[in-house]
C-alpha cells in the first residue's frame, strides 16, 4: 500500500514536473504579451489629466487665508516645485519632521491656506479630499520626471527615518504573521503575473518607488505613495496607518534613500 | 462640463497626429454598487474633431470603451500653428470642447 | 450617399454650406448626436448582431485591414487597440469585442480628411475575438484577433 502509494506519489510528480516545464515556456510567452501590452500603455497615460488637476489645485487659491500652495516649500525653497519630489521624504526646519510630498502638502495646506487638514487625513481613499491630494501628489511628482533621486539620510532625524523604515519593512504582526518583506524580500517572485520587486535591494527598491504615483488601470484610479502603502497594510491585514504618519514616511524614506540615484519616471500606470 | 482633456496634436510629413485624454468615468451600466443597485450607464456615446474649424473626424462610441479615454487619430494635413478641437458628447448630453495648437 | 436621409453629417455639411455651422451646430449638435447614436449596433451581443445592426454583410477577411494589439492583456479593464485600413475609398472602421455584453465599442466615421488609423483603449470581460470591420464602397472587411484577458475589466 505504502509503496504503491510512493510510485503513484513519484508518477504524479514527474507529470507535475513536465506539465510546470510547459508551463514556464508558456509563461515566458506570457510574459513577452504583457510586456508589449505594457508598453501600448504608456503613450497617453491617463495620470496626465491628474496632473492637470493637482497643477490647477496648486495654484488655485483655497481656505480660511484665500490662499494658493504657491509659496508652499518642498525642500527647495519656497514655491520650487521642479526637482522638489526626487528629493523627499526630507527633513524640514519648520516642523523638526521628516516629510514626504503629501504629508509636506498638508503642512503648507494648514500653515498657507489656514485648512484644518484633519477631515483630508481621516477622509477615505477615493473621497474627494483624497482625490485633491493624489492629484497634487501627482503634479508635484510629474515635475521631478527624469530627475535622480537624491534623499538625504545624513541628518539625524532623517537617519533615524530611514532606521525606522528598515524596522517597519521587516517588521511581521497580524493574523497571518505577514511583513513588507513577505512579499518584498527577495528577489524573482511574484503574485500571478505581478512581479514583486525586492524592495530592500537598490533595484528593486526603484522599481517601486520611481514609478508611483501611479494611474491604476484597473481601477481607473490615481493612487499616490500614501495610497499604496496603506494598501500593503490592508493585505498584511494589519489596521490601516494614518495618512502621512511616521510609520509610512519611514517606509518612504527607505524606499526612496535605497533607490537613490535611479530616474523618476513618475506618474506611472499600472495594471 | 467634465474635467479639461489633454490634447496632443503634432504635423509630420504632411499628417497630423492627434492624441487626446478624455476625463470620463464611461460606466457601463452593468456594475452595482455598495447597496445592490444598478450604477446607470453613463459614457461618452459621441466625439468629433475640427481641424482650423472644418470637422475632420466623428466617431460613436459604446460603453465598452475604458474610463478615461484615449484617443488617438490622424488627419491628412495639417501644420504647425493650426487648431484642432475635439468635442465629446455623453449619454446623458453632457459636453465638452477643448482645443490644442498642432506642434 | 444622396439616396439616403438626411443624417447628421449630411445636415451639418449643408448648415455649414448656408454658413450658419456656429449658429445651429452648438445648440443643436448634442441634442442630434444622442439622436443619431446607433443603439441598434451598441446594443449587439455579439459579432454577427452588431455587424447585421451595422448593415455589414458579405465580410471578409482582408490583408488590407489590419488590428494592432497585444496578444495578451494584463487588465480587460484597459486594452489597447489600433485598427488600421488600407483599402482605398474606406468610410467606415468599427471596433467589435465578440464577448463583450455591448460587442461593438466604437463606430469611426472616417471621412475625407482623415487617415483610416485610429487608436484607442477598450473593455474586455473575458478573453475574446476582437474584430475591426472596415466598410469601403458598400463592402465590408474584416480582421480578427483573439486577446486573451488575464483579469476581466468589467467587475472593477
Redesign the interface.
Known sequence: MTRRFAVGLATCLAAAGLVAGAARAEGDKTIEGIEAYREALKDGNPAELFEAQGEELWKKKAGPKNASLETCDLGMGPGVVKGAYAHLPRWFKDTDKVQDAESRVLTCMTAIQGIDVSKYVAAKWGSPEKDELNAIATWISGMSKGDKVAVSTAHPKERQMFELGKRMFYYAAGPHDFSCSTCHGQEGVRIRLQDLPYIASPKGAAAGWTSWPAYRVSSGQMWGMQWRLADCFRQQRFPEPIYGSDVTVALSMFMAATSNGATMNTPGIKR | MG????IRAAAKDG?TEV?V???H??E?G??KDASGNTIPAWFI??ISAK?N?????????????????????????GKAGDKVAV?W?D?K?D?RTDEASVT | MTSQPLNRRGFLTRVAALGLTTALGTTLAPHLARAEWNKAAFDGKSTADAMKALGASGTADSADVQILASDIAENGAVVPVQAVSKVPGTTRIAILVDKNPSTLAALFDVGPDMVADVTTRIKMGQTSNVTVLVEAGGKYFTATKEIKVTLGGCGG
Open positions: 474635467n479639461p482633456m489633454k499628417i492624441k485624454l478624455m476625463s468615468e464611461m457601463t452593468l456594475r456615446a459621441e481641424l474649424g472644418k470637422q475632420v473626424m466623428t466617431a460613436q462610441w459604446g460603453p465598452s470603451i475604458s474610463k478615461n479615454p484615449f484617443l488617438s487619430f490622424k488627419i491628412k494635413g468635442t458628447v449619454n448630453g459636453t
